[in-house]
């Protein structure tokens, strides 16, 4: 537990406009500040931020809070390793328990990352043991794969034993228990219960983070056997959705472009070659995550997928997701080798430069692929690919990037420009005009609570529930408040209906009798910290929030749940008068 006064104290510190501004551009509206949000993709500033309350809130997404609710959500932190994160930014010391929660379990993070650095260094040792195996795998890393020793200490490269269980006795001798082993997936466990290493007779690479921790492992067989990569699954201290592999020393030269590679190998082949700006995901397709990740550090990627069919179609969804954060992207065609570490071997670094600067944009790269799939000297193939090349323009938001691109293709195919462009303009308009009608519905669904996962409850009783929400906003708001209706007990959370907000009724209820600040990131989730922003936004906003709004709040609440309840009673009334009938129908 970390006292509230250190708690208090740090976010005192906090300006949360300064923190936010280091994840987002922000610009002044009125008193507040406005941008697009950093946790989904838009278009449209929804994410807004709020200097006097120091809390934010997006409209779009319902993500908000404080400073350690951001920071929660932003760098993907628990409750404690949020606040020790602030407290170093405001010069605070942190000392809070080391056992945390994940899974109902105690965990050690710190040392879950102490025992993968031990790890580390024992696969790295492994690969220079004087054994066949140990020479057979270095020879993998320097004849097979062209890396120099610097390089394999640069990335602490090492071998995993072909043993059942070599590296679990290493392990074991340092201290560390199989339960321990197994939570950081470095060992597994059979079905009878005997202990066996995760990792064999495979060349390993650490995965490490910005900060550089050593939190997962990825293993790679030498030779053809299946399957070509393991990788660590997620554990208490890595999550392979939210992270990139060499982005730890990619942060430091890829503000103007980053090179996003589908392997280890070619990172590292390109890191040695001097483009020490790539990265890769881990051994999964990008994720939402990974391209909001990626949009913090740099403002172009530049994909360089294998060149086969499943390199390419990765390339296309890549594409859509880093466009959806706002990142400028381009493919790279590598011609004469699948992937960059073959090119590099065969042509040199400087031609890999040379490609990189003439990487095809978005546009260029789609319109070559969906040009590749048609004969256009005959009419209806050219038909069918100006259908694909017009629903393709109609992706891009800029009318004259939209343009620009028409003229391509009406040079390209020989067809009149005003006529791709009004397809492209009627297409426009349809997508339009679907959207409105999505938002339309999606609007409605929220206001009656269908698509509620933080309040499901809000579905059953939407009246009670919204008045649910303008007392607790009051409540959040206003200590006299609380003061009025807890000294004289004006509600009780019998006078709640959905299981959230009678929680946080409650919460705050012992917050006021223990005499302390409500701490809502402690007690509760991201997602609820931002639906109880929410209702606070909402009372923020209006111009009256005295005795009388709290009075009629109360009173509009009582109602509404006492007529919930009669529709109850009612029911059960109906549902026993016909369960009589029945009985007396089958009697008679």
């Known amino acids: 537990m970390i006292s509230r006064e250190i708690v208090e104290d740090i976010l005192s510190r906090t300006s949360i406009e300064d923190l936010i501004s280091g994840y987002v551009s922000l610009k002044r509206a009125g008193s507040n500040l406005k941008g697009l949000c950093p946790f989904h993709s838009e278009k449209s500033p929804s994410f807004t931020v709020y200097p006097g309350d120091n809390s934010f809130y997006c409209f779009g997404c319902g993500v908000g809070g404080n400073a350690i609710t951001f920071v929660r959500q932003i760098e993907h932190m628990d409750y404690p390793d949020a606040v020790v994160y602030l407290g ?56 097979a794969r062209g890396l ?57 690479f650490p995965i490490i983070d910005v900060s550089g921790n050593v939190i997962a492992f990825g293993g790679r067989v030498m030779d053809d056997s299946k399957p070509k990569y393991k990788n660590s699954s997620d554990t208490p201290v890595f999550k392979k959705l939210r992270n990139l592999f060499a982005l730890n020393y990619a942060r430091h030269t890829c503000a103007e472009a980053m090179i996003l590679c589908e392997g280890y ?50 390339a296309v969804r890549a594409m859509g997701m880093l466009g959806e954060v706002g990142l400028e992207v381009s493919v790279l065609k590598i011609p004469d080798a699948k992937d960059p570490d073959e090119f590099i071997k065969k042509f040199g670094k400087d031609k890999f430069r040379s490609l990189i600067e003439n990487s095809r944009s978005k546009f260029e790269y789609n319109m070559e692929r969906i040009l590749s799939k048609y004969n256009v000297e005959f009419p209806q ?9 017009v629903e393709l323009i109609s992706t891009f938001y800029s009318e004259v990037e939209r343009d620009v691109y028409i003229q391509a293709v009406s040079k390209q195919l020989g067809v009149p420009f005003d006529g791709v462009k009004n397809d492209v303009n009627r297409r426009v308009k349809q997508k339009a005009k679907r959207f409105v009608k999505e938002e339309n519905q999606k609007a409605i669904r929220a206001s009656q609570g269908f698509s509620d996962k933080v309040n499901p409850d809000y579905a059953k009783a939407p009246s009670v529930a919204k008045n ?36 946080i009724f409650v919460y705050l209820r012992e917050c006021y009798q223990s005499g302390t600040a409500p701490n809502l990131d402690e007690n509760f989730s ?3 910290v931002g639906r109880i922003t929410k209702m606070k936004i909402a009372r923020m906003n209006l111009t009256e929030n005295g005795d009388a709004v709290l009075e009629e709040a109360i009173a509009s609440l009582k109602s509404s749940m006492q007529k919930k309840n009669a529709e109850g009673a009612s029911t059960m009334d109906a549902l026993a008068s016909l369960i009589d009938r029945m009985r007396k129908t089958t009697d008679n």
């Open 468 to 503: 649910e929400e303008s007392v607790i906003g009051l409540l959040v708001l206003f200590e006299n408040h609380r003061k009025k209706v807890f000294d004289g007990g004006l509600l009780s959370e019998e006078d709640f209906f959905t299981e959230l907000n009678r929680r």
């Open 88 to 143: 170093k930014r405001a010069g605070i010391t942190v000392v809070k328990d080391a056992q945390d929660s994940y899974q109902g379990k105690r965990i050690d993070k710190a040392r879950i990352l102490k025992m993968n650095v031990d790890a580390a260094k024992f696969f790295h040792s492994c690969l220079f043991a004087k054994t066949a195996a140990a020479e057979n795998a270095l020879r993998y890393f320097t004849e």
């Open 265 to 314: 190998m070619d990172v590292i082949a390109l890191h040695a070659a001097g483009f020490t700006n790539a990265v890769a995901t881990l051994g999964t397709a990008l994720t939402s995550e990974q391209a909001r990740l990626m949009s913090r550090y740099t403002k172009r990627v530049i994909i360089t997928y294998d060149a086969d069919e499943a390199g390419q179609k990765a």
């Open 381 to 389: 193939e050219k038909i069918n690919a100006l259908a694909d090349l």
């Open 148 to 204: 120099s020793l610097a390089t394999i200490r640069h990335f602490g490269l090492g071998y995993a034993p072909d043993s059942f269980d070599a590296f679990g006795k290493h392990m074991r001798s340092l201290g560390y228990t199989y339960d321990e082993l197994v939570e950081g997936f470095l060992c597994g466990k059979s079905e009878r219960g005997t202990y066996y290493d995760a990792f064999r007779n495979r060349v390993m």
């Open 526 to 528: 991201p997602e609820e």
